[in-house]
């Protein structure tokens, strides 16, 4: 017997704390370091309530999903709902689109990893610096899910304690005057430069695209449920907990940037974050950052190969992705998978360094990169959201005596929903973001097409295999 089967299942190894930093470490990303200028740029200083209605739309799918969870904690968690409460093909397409999602994630953030390292090392070669990074990244996943966690651990602790920080300082800025000779900026800039809504309707709902990109990677607590002990009670404190967390350093950041800065100089002044640590007098701010939004880029990178590494195992094991992905190690983490992904993330970052050689256009080409993964991105929330429809449908008796349910449901439910393809729509009709929706697109197809051409609608792969074995 092969050692894939005698390892059929992943062990629970990582606590409740390590998931709960995992989902921050998914969650805020260089998204919130660098996205915030685009978004600011688009609708101003109403960017704040961009980020408090998708916060919404995220609360309503993070509990449908701990709702379901709950229940049933597994690893894969919102594909394999989407698979036995809706129809298989969501399933198969939720998995291949995390899995993409993942990959083209991964290979942006090791891109803006080595321009990160640019800064102290600047002669050095970036195709080294990438290979390096992609190394050390996989070395860390494939030590155990425990080793994993620890690392993601620290790696989300940097960047919360940087946010935290940014916020405490910024208030002091704002209200106190510190770094501005005791003069209080006061909240004026608010609507001092063309007002709250400067981008007026379209300008808001562009802006929601590239909020939900940055909030993209919250559903990892779901994957993650799979190797965490107690699950029950640690989905219910960390989908409590982290949603909490994360609206605070979203909101609480960009209300101290749009505050403290006029939202129409903000292109002008470089990072905001670097800006605010100087402004008081903290003249290592710029190394500062640097280091921190190269953890970012690193968290990013690090959630990516896990997630993605974890769903091309499931894959694997229902037969929709080669056998050798299958293959699980001496401590317990899906290896072959594992090393799929990561030579993913590296065939896609040497292409980009082709690409960027050609053209000398880095800076574009990350955007291209980084933006493409937003709509596979957001299949996680539609399946969790059908799911959890249905779900609701053939469970009334667990729901009768359910502790953690989804608040308004169903309306909360068919909210979440419409506001998502609302915000699809958009995606399409803001020039800066078609080309990223049309590849997302593009990839969903293809996924579509290849489950038709293999299964078709009327067959499910459970009931192809069983047919094959009782011919066999």
């Known amino acids: 017997m092969s050692q894939s089967q005698n390892k059929s299942e992943l062990k629970r190894s990582m606590t409740a704390g390590q998931m709960e930093m995992i989902s921050l470490g998914g969650a805020i990303g260089v998204g919130l370091f660098m996205g915030s200028q685009s978004t600011i740029k688009w609708t101003g200083p109403s960017v704040m309530l961009s980020y408090a209605l998708v916060g919404v739309i995220l609360y309503i799918v993070m509990r449908a999903l701990g709702e379901?969870?709950?229940?049933?904690?597994?690893?894969?968690?919102?594909?394999?709902?989407?698979?036995?409460?809706?129809?298989?093909?969501?399933?198969?397409?939720?998995?291949?689109?995390?899995?993409?999602?993942?990959?083209?994630?991964?290979?942006?953030?090791?891109?803006?990893?080595?321009?990160?390292?640019?800064?102290?090392?600047?002669?050095?070669?970036?195709?080294?610096?990438?290979?390096?990074?992609i190394f050390f990244l996989t070395i860390a996943n494939l030590a155990s899910a425990k080793a994993y966690g620890s690392l993601e651990f620290w790696f989300a602790m940097i960047k919360v304690v940087t946010i935290i920080l940014m916020i405490v300082l910024g208030f002091g800025v704002i209200f106190f005057g510190f770094g501005n000779h005791g003069h209080p900026t006061g909240i004026s800039n608010l609507w001092a430069h063309g007002g709250f809504f400067t981008g007026g309707v379209k300008g808001f709902f562009f802006s929601l695209s590239i909020v939900v990109g940055s909030y993209e990677g919250i559903e990892l607590l779901g994957i993650s449920a799979g190797e965490v002990a107690n699950p029950q009670k640690a989905i219910v404190k960390s989908v409590k907990s982290v949603l909490?967390?994360?609206?605070?350093?979203?909101?609480?950041?960009?209300?101290?940037?749009?505050?403290?800065?006029?939202?129409?100089?903000?292109?002008?002044?470089?990072?905001?974050?670097?800006?605010?640590f100087a402004k008081i007098g903290i003249t290592a701010a710029a190394s500062i950052i640097n280091f921190v939004v190269l953890t970012a880029a690193l968290s990013g990178a690090n959630s990516g190969i896990y997630s993605s590494s974890r769903m091309l195992w499931k894959l694997s094991e229902e037969g929709d992705a080669p056998k050798y992905f299958r293959h699980i190690s001496n401590r317990v983490v899906p290896n072959h998978a594992i090393y799929g992904i990561s030579g993913g993330i590296l065939i896609g970052f040497i292409l980009d360094m082709i690409a960027t050689a050609m053209n000398k256009s880095a800076s574009n080409m990350f955007v291209v990169?980084?933006?493409?993964?937003?709509?596979?991105?957001?299949?996680?929330?539609?399946?969790?959201?059908?799911?959890?429809?249905?779900?609701?449908?053939?469970?009334?008796?667990?729901?009768?005596?359910?502790?953690?349910?989804?608040?308004?449901?169903?309306?909360?439910?068919?909210?979440?929903?419409i506001m998502l393809v609302v915000i699809v729509i958009f995606m399409f009709i803001n020039p800066d973001t078609r080309i990223s929706v049309i590849?997302?697109?593009?990839?969903?197809?293809?996924?579509?097409?290849v489950y038709l051409h293999r299964w078709g609608l009327d067959k499910t792969p459970h009931d192809a295999d069983a047919a094959k074995n009782a011919k066999d």
């Open 68 to 133: 379901m969870i709950y229940i049933n904690p597994g690893t894969g968690s919102f594909a394999d709902y989407a698979t036995e409460y809706v129809h298989p093909i969501f399933g198969y397409i939720a998995k291949w689109a995390n899995v993409f999602e993942y990959i083209v994630v991964g290979m942006s953030e090791v891109i803006a990893a080595t321009e990160y390292l640019q800064y102290w090392w600047p002669h050095t070669p970036t195709w080294i610096a990438g290979i390096v990074i």
């Open 244 to 276: 909490f967390r994360i609206l605070i350093f979203y909101i609480g950041a960009i209300f101290v940037i749009v505050t403290i800065y006029p939202w129409n100089k903000i292109g002008m002044i470089g990072s905001p974050f670097v800006e605010t």
């Open 369 to 417: 990169v980084f933006s493409s993964s937003v709509l596979p991105g957001m299949i996680p929330w539609f399946v969790i959201l059908l799911a959890e429809l249905r779900f609701r449908k053939n469970n009334p008796e667990v729901m009768a005596h359910h502790p953690f349910k989804l608040p308004l449901y169903p309306l909360s439910n068919y909210f979440a929903f």
């Open 439 to 449: 590849v997302g697109a593009v990839v969903l197809i293809l996924a579509t097409a």
